[in-house]
């Protein structure tokens, strides 16, 4: 072999071997398991599939976690994590699933309602892998993942993205966006299947009141906003107001021309109630800093000030007082509660009694107190996801 | 459709592969830009191919 | 945070000017700058992140191969040769028209594909040529693609970054086709004009003598199948979109390209094909190469909080700055972000304008089309060196940008005109 050769083979090697250590960090990322402790309202586990069978054995599908307290009331679903980059979603399902006490009615809960794109980071945005939430026990690991579905589970991408059925024009990659693939199709791509297998659950669970836990770029109108179905409009006013006791909280009607999101098409094509809420969240604007965990946690950002003091952003913004993790997730707490408390009064022969961890709480206690230690619990009540 | 759709899938990661061992190939063998630095941008460029064809990234 | 990020982005320049000039290539030169920044910045040797970020563009650098062996794949049976004698035959003598005819030919494909690469890989050489015959200058004929291909880009129905920055604003992608249709027009129509001045055509017959002969076998069919397919797909998918899978541009190309070898009026055997493929990987390499780079300087501009810097710069200055630097920032972004640049930029200065009251639908138009015109700046000028390649112009680059200029500072005008003067194109967004 000449020298030449010998010189490019050792170059081809030196990227192979690069190429196989973030290889590894790939697939950690893919096949990390979140654990999660349910509460003793946790009645049943059930994969989505279970509406759809064609996802059965891919990454959309995901674990659908019923809490039913066998007596009379409304079946909620809240769910996170249909943009995985928001990961205060996921886990203020988790808090849920892990506190929540039911007397009446039923909760269905799903943390990882886009699991294939929980498991890869967004290219080009140099995303930490993981956070860390700190508690007693030790600390719970959680994935940042992406906002659209792995490329690896849905590819190619169209040129242009034509929602189906409306056929409105959208950018090509939001074909692989959880909320704006509704109400999805049977036999169309990965991520209008799982839309569609979630349209199919609300339908045959007969789901009243749907909650889509998100989160936003604080230069983003619509954060610290509960954005709603026409049809939900009252509840969602009423709960706005009485956020306002712990935390300011905007509402908005979905538009009816922006089609594919969940708030419009849940609403549209069945009889459940559907709001969305987001919380605002630093790190996802463009304009921040430095991308860290650290961000991620603390919400700590001098641009964004600067943003701030120049009246660019649509909620307060303090740097001594950032939206941090525990922060978000508080939030995502009390605008569900009570959207669900509204829903009680609106639908009192539906109502639900339950209870888990609010905003006042989680900011007094912290988050890390509201997670429980798996290996400490009964591990017939500890789940992977 | 859905069947459809896996194959079209699979033909992207084929394609993905098949284009990456087409770099490799032109890291020896081409007859332009024959440089080192390009015999580096050559073998960095092959990366993506093959991390995307095995279904790394 | 501000100061350190500063020095980053201080050394990031620095170290890819450098780069540049002593290693004379532009791939390279954009991932030693990613390192230093990450080192700068105090990331260390992040490579999760650096080759992470060679991916960012993976789907970008697929179409640009398959596109380039279709259309390799199809002069190798002599149909461009074929393609292009016909049309001489028909049009040549009449300047203009010709002129005109050749510039929609450009502004097609990238129109129904948001990409204006495409338009250049499929029918810029051909472009050229007739060009050549017409006797444009070796940059004038650059220039002439390059400015035909943003104006695909831009042109509706698909605007990728129009697309982008209606996705990042929440707000649906409608609208947009007749504000954007008017000023890809009437820049078309002035760049026609502008490159075609004082041009002396080769006379026709001598043009059609020094062509070369049609290919044994070769007629219309097989000449316009392979384009009937690539339209029939694109259509398709765009107009008919339940009824088939999602195909994606790479996979159509290639679907194509198997047709011309099925067509090949000459059955040449596999191992030319193989020749032939080859040869493509290397000639589109550096445009693989580029995209491959750009995509981990993005990724670590991300990471040390560079691109905040540029963006948080931006969108916090007064309105009348933004009208003023548009120009400025908007192609420069685009340059290093591509695509990106119209999340980045585009998004925020939406929520800007939207704050102020003004018809946003208006502004991201304006914005969409002020991005394209950074296709041909530096560190990636993806569409610029995709220009020159396909052209084959061997000139400098600055002579290159120098006959881009006059319908470039056109566009550009066109685009500020809209942003400042938003309420006057209002009733264009109905």
């Avoid at chain 1, 080009?124 to 690991?141: D, E, K, V």
């Avoid at chain 1, 539906?350 to 429980?372: C, I, M, Q």
């Avoid at chain 3, 051909?126 to 400015?147: K, Y």
């Avoid at chain 3, 909080?305 to 009348?320: D, E, K, Q, S, Y």
Wanted: with cysteine; aromatic share 12%.
């Amino acid at each position: 072999m000449s020298a030449s050769n010998i010189r490019k083979l050792a170059f081809l090697v030196l990227f192979l071997v690069l190429a196989g250590f973030a290889s590894a960090e790939f697939k950690g990322l893919r096949y990390f398991k979140e654990k999660v402790v349910v509460s003793e309202a946790f009645t049943e586990k059930r994969m989505l599939s279970d509406w759809l069978p064609n996802i059965k054995g891919t990454w959309g599908d995901t674990p659908v976690y019923f809490y039913d307290s066998g007596k009379p009331g409304a079946t909620v679903l809240i769910y996170g994590g249909a943009h995985p980059y928001e990961p205060a979603g996921t886990i203020a399902v988790y808090v849920i699933m892990e506190n929540l006490q039911l007397s009446n009615g039923r909760f269905i809960l799903i943390p990882r309602a886009d699991m294939s794109a929980s498991t890869e980071g967004i290219l080009g945005n140099a995303y930490p892998q993981y956070l860390h939430i700190p508690t007693s026990w030790g600390q719970q690991q959680y994935r940042i993942g992406d906002r659209e579905t792995a490329l690896i589970d849905q590819w190619p991408d169209p040129f242009t993205y034509v929602h189906y059925p409306s056929k409105q024009n959208l950018a090509y990659q939001d074909l692989r966006n959880f909320n704006r693939t509704f109400p999805g199709r049977a036999d169309g791509t990965l991520t209008e299947r799982m839309s569609f297998a979630f349209m199919e659950l609300i339908r045959n669970e007969k789901v009243d009141l749907v909650i889509d836990f998100h989160e936003a770029s604080l230069m983003y109108p619509v954060v610290d906003t509960y954005v709603t179905h026409q049809r939900a409009e009252d509840i969602a006013m009423m709960a706005a107001m009485y956020c306002q006791l712990e935390m300011p909280m905007k509402c908005e009607v979905s538009p009816k021309g922006l089609r594919g999101l969940t708030h419009r098409e849940i609403g549209d094509y069945s009889d459940a109630l559907c709001v969305l809420i987001e919380t605002a969240e630093p790190f996802i604007d463009r304009v921040v800093g430095r991308v860290t965990e650290q961000l991620m946690i603390d919400g700590k950002d001098e641009f964004l000030e600067r943003a701030s003091e120049k009246g660019l952003l649509y909620t307060s913004y303090d740097i001594n007082d950032a939206p941090t993790i525990d922060h978000r997730v508080a939030r995502l707490l009390t605008a569900s509660l009570e959207l669900i408390k509204m829903y009680d009064q609106f639908y009192p022969d539906k109502a639900v009694e339950f209870w888990y961890p609010r905003f006042t709480d989680v900011k007094t206690n912290g988050l890390g107190s509201y997670l429980h230690d798996p290996s400490a619990a009964d591990p017939s009540r500890v789940f992977e996801n | 459709m859905v069947i459809l759709q896996e194959i079209i899938h699979y033909i992207y990661l084929i394609m993905s592969g098949f284009f990456g061992l087409l770099l490799v190939r032109a890291l020896f063998k081409r007859t332009t830009r024959t440089n080192l630095v390009y015999d580096i941008v050559y073998a960095y460029a092959v990366i993506p191919f093959l991390l995307r064809a095995l279904r790394i990234r | 945070m501000t100061l350190q990020t500063t020095y980053t982005l201080i050394a990031m320049v620095a170290v890819f000017v450098l780069c540049s000039w002593k290693l004379k290539s532009p791939e390279i030169s954009m991932v030693i700058t990613a390192i230093v920044g990450a080192l700068v910045a105090g990331f260390g040797f992040p490579v999760r992140l650096l080759v992470e970020g060679t991916l960012t563009y993976l789907d970008l650098a697929l179409l640009f191969i398959t596109a380039s062996l279709f259309m390799n794949f199809y002069s190798e049976i002599g149909a461009t040769n074929a393609l292009i004698r016909g049309m001489v035959k028909t049009f040549y003598d009449k300047k203009w028209l010709m002129l005109f005819l050749l510039a929609f030919v450009m502004l097609v494909p990238g129109a129904f594909t948001g990409a204006g690469s495409v338009s250049i890989l499929v029918v810029g050489g051909l472009v050229a040529t007739v060009l050549e015959f017409m006797g444009f200058p070796p940059e004038r004929r650059a220039a002439f693609v390059f400015i035909t291909a943003i104006l695909s880009a831009a042109a509706p129905p698909i605007n990728l970054w129009a697309m982008l920055m209606a996705a990042g604003a929440n707000m649906p992608y409608v609208g947009f086709n007749k504000i954007l249709f008017i000023p890809v027009i009437l820049t078309t129509i002035f760049a026609v004009f502008f490159f075609g001045r004082g041009t002396k055509a080769r006379p026709k017959s001598e043009v059609l003598a020094n062509l070369p002969p049609a290919a044994k076998g070769m007629n219309w069919l097989r000449l316009s199948l392979p384009f009937v397919l690539l339209l029939l797909l694109i259509f398709m998918a765009q107009y008919q979109p339940f009824v088939i899978p999602v195909i994606g541009l790479p996979l159509t190309f290639m679907l194509c390209a198997l047709l011309v070898i099925l067509l090949d009026p000459e059955h040449r055997s596999l191992k030319r094909w193989w020749t032939v493929a080859t040869n493509t990987i290397e000639t589109v390499f550096p445009l693989v190469a580029t995209l491959t780079s750009v995509g981990v300087l993005v990724n670590i501009m991300a990471l040390t909080g560079v691109r905040g810097l540029i963006a948080i710069n931006f969108v916090t200055l007064p309105i009348v700055w933004i009208y003023v630097t548009a120009l400025l920032f908007c192609p420069l972004a685009q340059g290093s972000l591509s695509y990106g640049s119209a999340v980045i930029l585009g998004v925020p200065i939406i929520f800007r304008f939207n704050s102020v009251g003004v018809n946003v639908t208006v502004v991201a138009a304006a914005l969409s089309l002020m991005f394209p015109l950074g296709d041909c700046l530096p560190p990636s000028r993806i569409v610029g060196r995709l220009s020159i390649e396909k052209v084959g112009y061997k000139g400098s680059y600055m002579q290159f940008l120098k006959a881009v200029l006059v319908p470039w500072l056109f566009l550009a005008a066109l685009a500020l005109c809209m942003l400042i003067f938003t309420k006057t194109f209002v009733p264009l967004t109905k």
